[in-house]
Every structure is written in C-alpha cells, then in structure tokens.
C-alpha cells in the first residue's frame, strides 16, 4: 500500500487456502474503492473479507434458484470508504442488504446504512437489511460459530423472504 500515512491491513486467516488467478507484475489498487464482482438489478449485496464469497455464493444460488439478481460490493475499505460505488448501486436496485462477519451492534454495516440513510433514502424501495452474527460473544466452538456467523444458505434465505415479503 502506497499511501504516506500508517495503514492498517487486517487480513482473515480463514481466506489463506483461498485461490484464484493473480495478475503478474506489481499489482497497485486505490484505497477507498469498492469493486463490483456481480452486477445485479434487484439488490445490492455489501460484503467484507470472509463474507465476500459467501456473498457472491449466495448471489450466484438467488440468481440461478429464484431469479434473483443481486449486485455484490466487495467493500474492501472502510476508511476511506467508496460512498461513489454504494450509492450508486443503490440508485440502480433499490434494496440493500449487508453482509457482516461482525456482532451487529455498531457494526460496519450500521455506518454504511447511515451514509445511505442520509445520501440515498429516496432510492431505496424498502428497509436495508443487516445480516449479521447475532449480538452475543463469538463462541469458541467450530460448530456454534458456524451457526453463528453468516452462512450462504441464510444470506440466501434472508434475501429471498425479504424480496418476496
């Protein structure tokens, strides 16, 4: 990261055995931009570190199992944040739903729903949707913080009641 001021890099350790294609040569990105790995018509999907192939799985399920078609936002940095590409998604869908690893209480979604709150309240054609861990200490066990955590089939399931309600 170039940038003349500190930067924090949080990474997920559950990511490491992910693979896909690397470009050569130096790979350089902005911070503060979001990236757009599905468009969709019917709603927008902002995910963050793990939760970001749950939510292109899931994205992928709606559309091929309910004809769903969700736009997914790697959000990738929150500070700066890509306000431009949120809202502009948000402008073309009009649902939002987000996708966090986290316990909803002050969440990263909570400050996204604001600025959307405030920037884009008129486009939206019905609640943000937060889907979240719910608000209690992450457990330690394998099992209980599978059920925990977002999982595909409940981005799934949360986003077809809710379109369909």
Request: include cysteine.
């Amino acid at each position: 990261v170039r940038d003349p001021d500190p930067v924090v890099f949080l990474e997920h350790k559950s990511l490491y055995a992910a693979k896909g294609e690397v470009p050569d040569g130096e790979i350089v990105d902005t911070l503060g931009t979001a990236k757009i790995l599905m468009p969709g018509t019917d709603a927008t999907i902002l995910a963050l570190g793990m939760m970001v192939p749950r939510a292109t799985q899931a994205a992928q399920v709606l559309q091929s199992e309910h004809g769903i078609r969700c736009e997914v936002i790697d959000v990738r940095s929150l500070v700066p944040i890509d306000t431009q590409c949120i809202l502009g998604s948000v402008a073309r869908t009009g649902r939002v739903f987000t996708v966090e690893e986290n316990p909803r209480q002050l969440g990263w979604g909570a400050e996204i729903v604001s600025i959307i709150a405030d920037e884009a309240f008129y486009d939206l054609d019905g609640p943000i949707v937060r889907i979240t861990t719910p608000n209690i200490p992450l457990p330690a066990a394998d099992a209980l913080e599978d059920l925990a955590i977002p999982s595909v089939a409940r981005i799934v399931d949360t986003v077809r009641r809710t379109l369909s309600a």
